[in-house]
């Protein structure tokens, strides 16, 4: 008798796609409209993974921040690009329960990045952390439009891509 082996993907051990497991706490999860994935139907990631991706930097204003402060983190549309998005719109959820619809394509027209550094430090829940889906506020002022300071995301928890 032939017995064939046939490889279950998504078990929480098993890499799927290019992603690896996440080793330690899971601070963002995406899933919805995504070609790789790690855990079961999602792509979950820990803070390494997240800053192993090419990061961008800059320094910028907010409506929320006094005075200007150095941001870093990967930006949006690598982000996306790592979980092999095939949408045109996100819904990110925060854990305070905010949630925001933002087009991809201001990902495109904007460095827009997930921060998660400010001025080299990581940034603290009560600070609008661990993550920020952060704009480039000082350097356009039409992001300063209302529009626009509602997706700018904080204390981002999961990222659903449709």
């Known amino acids: 008798m032939l ?13 799927i796609g290019a992603l690896k497991v996440p080793e330690s706490s899971v601070i963002l999860s995406i899933n919805g409209d995504i070609n790789h994935r790690n855990v079961l139907t999602e792509a979950r990631f820990d803070r390494d ?6 990061q961008h930097s800059f320094e910028t204003g907010t409506p929320w921040t006094e005075g200007s402060s150095a941001y870093s983190g990967p930006l949006m549309r690598t982000l996306l690009e790592s979980v092999g998005s095939v ?7 925060a854990l305070n329960g905010y949630e925001a619809q933002i087009p ?22 009560r600070e609008y952390g661990p993550l920020w889906v952060l704009y480039p506020f000082s350097q356009d002022e039409a992001l300063l439009s209302e529009k626009m300071r509602f997706r700018a995301v904080w204390q981002v928890m999961q990222i659903h891509v449709h």
């Open 104 to 125: 991809i394509s201001d990902f495109y027209e904007y460095d827009v990045i997930l921060a998660l550094e400010r001025d080299g430090q990581s940034i603290p829940i």
């Open 3 to 15: 017995m064939l082996s046939i490889p279950q993907q998504g078990l929480a051990d098993e890499p």
């Open 49 to 54: 993974m997240l800053s192993a991706l090419p």
């Open 87 to 93: 949408g045109d719109s996100v819904h990110v959820s």
